[in-house]
Nanobody, 121 residues
Framework: QVQVVESGGGLVQAWGSLRLSCAAS????????MDWYRQAPGKQREMVAR???????NYADSVKGRFTISRDNAKNTVSLQMNSLKPEDTAVYYC???????????????WGQGTQVTVSS
């Protein structure tokens, strides 16, 4: 069984920084993309940053230049360094991973439980 667990959320003042971490564990053969999503109250979940195979990264326009995604393939972890935080970054942040549990399996989508990030003005 595969688990994806986030940590590192909290309350921070505007222009401050936070670092989110995510670890995938369990029966893992390989991992493709590892992403960060967020969902603010009353809004749809949106992708914030993606780490794809080949060290490819993508960011939402709203966070470019402020957020950095990094990945450790050996440890099956991904982190999100968030700098210059704004009140509009307030949301529940979710880790998402595309994981193959065995060499016979297709990639499946796995979500963490989410971690709250609150930015005060």
């Amino acid at each position: 069984q595969v688990q994806v667990v986030e940590s590192g959320g909290g309350l921070v003042q505007a222009w401050g920084s936070l670092r989110l971490s995510c670890a995938a564990s369990g029966s893992i053969f390989s991992i493709s993309a590892m992403d960060w999503y967020r969902q603010a109250p009353g809004k749809q979940r949106e992708m914030v940053a993606r780490s794809a195979p080949g060290r490819i990264t993508n960011y939402a326009d709203s966070v470019k230049g402020r957020f950095t995604i990094s990945r450790d393939n050996a440890k099956n972890t991904v982190s999100l360094q968030m700098n210059s935080l704004k009140p509009e970054d307030t949301a529940v942040y979710y880790c998402y991973a595309q994981i193959r549990a065995s060499y016979l399996a297709d990639y499946g989508a796995y979500w963490g439980q989410g971690t709250q990030v609150t930015v005060s003005s």
